[in-house]
Structure formats: C-alpha cells, structure tokens
C-alpha cells in the first residue's frame, strides 16, 4: 500500500510520516501542491493525505487537477478547525473523508485504513490464488481460512506477485510497490522477502519460481 503525504509544516510531515512508515504503509511526501500534482499524476497511490494551505497550489487545486484527471484514489483532506467552509468545499470536489487539524494519529491512520478500504471494496480486495486468499484491505492473508503470519513486506510481496500471476515480476517493479521514494533498497532484501514467503506458501502448493535475471513468477506448484 503506497500512500502520499501533501503537507508543507516540516514538523507535521515528519510525524505523519513516521507514523504511516511505523503502520507498515510506503510512504512519498511532497512539499508544495505542484509537487504533490506532478507525483500524483505520474504514480499509483492507494490514499493521499492532503493538506489544504500549501505553497504554488493549494489543496483544492490539487484535488480537482486529480479528478479532472480521472482519478479514483482516495483523498483524506486536512481542515482547520471549525472550518465548515473547507469541509464543505473538499467534500465537493471529491474528498472522501476529512480531519481537522490538530487530528490524533492514532484515528488518522483509521481513517486511512477505512479509506483504502472503501477504495478498493469496488475492485475486491481479495485476492484468491489456489488454496490461498489474500485480504488486502485487512492485509492478512490465509491458506484454507488458516492465517498464515507474513510480515508487512512480504504481505506486499505476495500482494505484487498475485495481481501478476502467471506473470514475471521485476525486483525493481517489487521494490518500487515496497518502498517509498528516495528511500534506500537493500541490495538483498528483496530476495531475503521471497526467499521467506516461499516457505511460508510451501503448504498452500503455491511455488514462486525464480527467472534468473529477470525476477520472480507466482505459478501453482506441480503436484497441486
Ligand atoms: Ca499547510
């Protein structure tokens, strides 16, 4: 899940984005409205969290530039306090959820959650391969209804891996769903992931073959 933080307070943006990071969510910030616009209109995310008062264009600007562009993301906007007016106007253009400043995080990361997933209950967020099923809104996933326990970036692994059965999947395209911009990709990281994943899929009969070179394919195994 790769979220984009629009907030021009240092302080404000270095908090939230902790607390997503720490939430297990990728996480790009921008600064200023025209950065958040250029982002927005050039890289998939799940949710935005956008501020209203920003340098070069404002929120609403880079809300309506968003819609007008055809896009469906969801749009959390940040108010002031009893700003009825600001409410009013972001619902208009298409927010789907507000908080006023100063918000809790705690109930900024539910709303974020709630966000994804009313976002995605259109595009069904479960993803059944096999015996396994992966939740991506409750990201959590099972084999035969048992949990399996994943860590957050092996749950984005597999999340990859599903929507591209059948497919070969890069380790860039792999560390590009995983990670943030700008933050750094272990050289080896992405294969510890795999490597683990693999273990943990061996009883649902799901094999995630190597293409050496190339990257990684979900295939059912053989004997399934
Ligand atoms: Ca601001």
């Given at each position: 899940?790769r979220l984009?933080?629009?907030?021009?307070?240092?302080?404000?943006?270095?908090?939230?984005?902790?607390?997503?990071?720490t939430?297990?969510?990728?996480?790009?910030?921008?600064?200023s409205?025209?950065?958040?616009?250029?982002?927005?209109?050039?890289?998939?995310?799940?949710?935005?969290?956008?501020?209203?008062?920003?340098?070069?264009?404002?929120?609403?600007?880079?809300?309506?530039?968003?819609?007008?562009?055809?896009?469906?993301?969801?749009?959390?906007?940040?108010?002031?306090?009893d700003?009825?007016?600001?409410?009013?106007?972001?619902?208009?253009?298409?927010?789907?959820?507000?908080?006023?400043?100063?918000?809790?995080?705690?109930?900024?990361?539910?709303?974020?959650?709630?966000?994804?997933?009313?976002?995605?209950?259109?595009?069904?967020?479960?993803?059944?391969?096999?015996e396994?099923?992966?939740?991506?809104?409750?990201r959590?996933?099972?084999?035969?209804g048992?949990?399996?326990?994943?860590?957050?970036r092996e749950?984005g692994?597999?999340?990859?891996?599903?929507?591209?059965?059948?497919?070969?999947?890069?380790?860039?395209?792999?560390?590009?769903?995983?990670?943030?911009?700008?933050?750094?990709?272990?050289?080896?990281?992405?294969?510890?992931?795999?490597?683990?994943?693999?273990?943990?899929?061996?009883?649902?009969?799901?094999?995630?073959?190597?293409?050496?070179?190339?990257?990684?394919?979900?295939?059912?195994?053989?004997?399934?």
């Amino acid at each position: 899940m790769r979220l984009l933080v629009v907030e021009d307070h240092p302080i404000l943006a270095d908090g939230l984005v902790k607390a997503l990071k720490t939430a297990d969510y990728a996480v790009d910030h921008a600064d200023s409205g025209d950065a958040a616009d250029h982002m927005l209109a050039t890289q998939p995310y799940d949710a935005v969290i956008l501020d209203i008062g920003l340098p070069k264009l404002d929120g609403y600007e880079v809300l309506r530039r968003m819609r007008r562009r055809g896009s469906k993301t969801p749009v959390l906007m940040l108010t002031a306090r009893d700003a009825l007016e600001d409410r009013v106007r972001g619902l208009d253009l298409g927010a789907d959820d507000y908080l006023t400043k100063p918000y809790d995080l705690p109930e900024l990361e539910a709303r974020v959650r709630a966000l994804i997933r009313r976002g995605q209950s259109g595009g069904g967020a479960e993803l059944r391969h096999g015996e396994l099923t992966l939740d991506t809104a409750g990201r959590r996933a099972t084999i035969r209804g048992a949990p399996i326990e994943l860590s957050a970036r092996e749950l984005g692994v597999l999340e990859v891996l599903m929507l591209r059965v059948g497919r070969v999947v890069s380790k860039e395209q792999l560390a590009e769903q995983l990670y943030g911009w700008g933050e750094e990709v272990g050289a080896n990281a992405i294969e510890v992931y795999v490597h683990r994943l693999r273990k943990k899929l061996e009883p649902a009969g799901v094999s995630v073959r190597t293409i050496r070179g190339l990257g990684y394919l979900l295939e059912r195994s053989a004997n399934d």
